[in-house]
C-alpha cells in the first residue's frame, strides 16, 4: 500500500494522560499536514512540514501538541495532558510539491479521552 | 468570519435530481481550490479541482467565480452512492502553504 498511513486507528485514553500518534505520507511527498476533526465539521488545520522543517502551527493549538519529522519522512504528533476536548479525529495528510497540489489522507487516529 | 464558509445542508433530494453547493472564500489571494468527498467515519478523499475556466468530470462540474470568491459544484443525475458529505477547500499562500476545509455540505440522495 503507496498511500498515507496513519496509526493507531483507534486510542482510548484516561483524561491526563499523553498519547503520540504516528504518520507516514506517500513516499516521495515533501509536504506533510495534521489536521484534527470533530463530528459536523470540517478538517482544522493544526500544522504543516515542508521536508523536516515545521512551517506553521495553528493558534488554535496549545502548547500541549507538539509534532515532529526528523528525517523528512514519517511525523509523530504528541498530545500531551490529554483533555476530553481533544476527542476527535486525527489526520494526516501529503502532497508533493510542484505538482497538482492534490492533498492525500490517511485513514486518521480516532481518539477518545474519558 | 470563516476563511471558507458552506452550508452545512442537509440537501435531501431524490435519486436523479441535480443538485448545487456553493462554497465561499474570504482570502482574495487564494489561489487553488478543490472539492473534497467524505463518507461518514472516513477521510476525505479529493473529488475534483477547480480551474479559472471550469471544468467537468462525468456527472460533476466546478466553476471558480474569482471575482465573487465562490466556488460551486453540479451534481447531474444524482445517484444514491453520492451521498456524503463535499468539503470544499482552499489553498492560501501568504507565507505558507495551507489548505483550509470548509465545514462541508451534507447530500442525501433518496430513493
Known amino acids: 500500500d503507496t498511500g498515507v498511513s496513519q496509526d493507531p486507528r483507534h486510542k482510548i485514553t484516561k483524561r491526563g494522560q499523553n498519547v503520540t500518534f504516528r504518520c507516514d505520507p506517500i513516499?516521495?511527498?515533501?509536504?506533510l499536514y495534521w489536521y484534527r476533526q470533530t463530528l459536523g465539521q470540517g478538517p482544522e488545520f493544526l500544522t504543516y512540514?515542508?521536508?523536516?522543517?515545521?512551517?506553521?502551527k495553528s493558534r488554535l493549538l496549545s502548547d500541549r501538541f507538539s509534532a515532529e519529522r526528523p528525517k523528512g519522512s514519517f511525523s509523530t504528533l504528541e498530545i500531551q495532558r490529554t483533555e476530553q476536548g481533544d476527542s476527535a479525529m486525527y489526520l494526516c495528510?501529503?502532497?508533493?510539491?510542484?505538482?497538482?497540489?492534490?492533498?492525500?489522507f490517511g485513514s486518521g487516529t480516532q481518539l477518545s479521552v474519558l | 468570519r470563516k476563511e471558507v464558509e458552506q452550508d452545512p445542508g442537509p440537501f435531501n433530494v431524490p435519486e436523479g435530481a441535480t443538485v448545487a453547493f456553493n462554497c465561499t472564500y474570504s482570502?482574495?489571494?487564494?489561489?487553488?481550490f478543490f472539492w473534497y468527498r467524505q463518507d461518514c467515519r472516513k477521510e476525505p478523499k479529493l473529488l475534483m479541482s477547480?480551474?479559472?475556466s471550469g471544468n467537468e468530470d462525468g456527472r460533476f462540474t466546478a466553476q471558480l467565480n474569482r471575482a465573487s470568491q465562490y466556488i460551486s459544484l453540479l451534481i447531474r443525475d444524482s445517484k444514491l452512492s453520492d451521498s456524503a458529505t463535499y468539503l470544499c477547500?482552499?489553498?492560501?499562500?501568504?507565507?505558507?502553504?495551507?489548505?483550509?476545509f470548509g465545514t462541508g455540505t451534507r447530500l442525501k440522495v433518496l430513493a
Open positions: 482570502n482574495s489571494a487564494s489561489q487553488s
Open positions: 477547500v482552499v489553498i492560501t499562500t501568504s507565507g505558507t502553504y495551507k489548505y483550509i
Open positions: 513516499s516521495e511527498h515533501n509536504r
Open positions: 495528510a501529503s502532497s508533493l510539491r510542484d505538482s497538482d497540489e492534490k492533498l492525500f
Open positions: 512540514f515542508q521536508n523536516e522543517a515545521q512551517l506553521e
Open positions: 477547480v480551474y479559472s
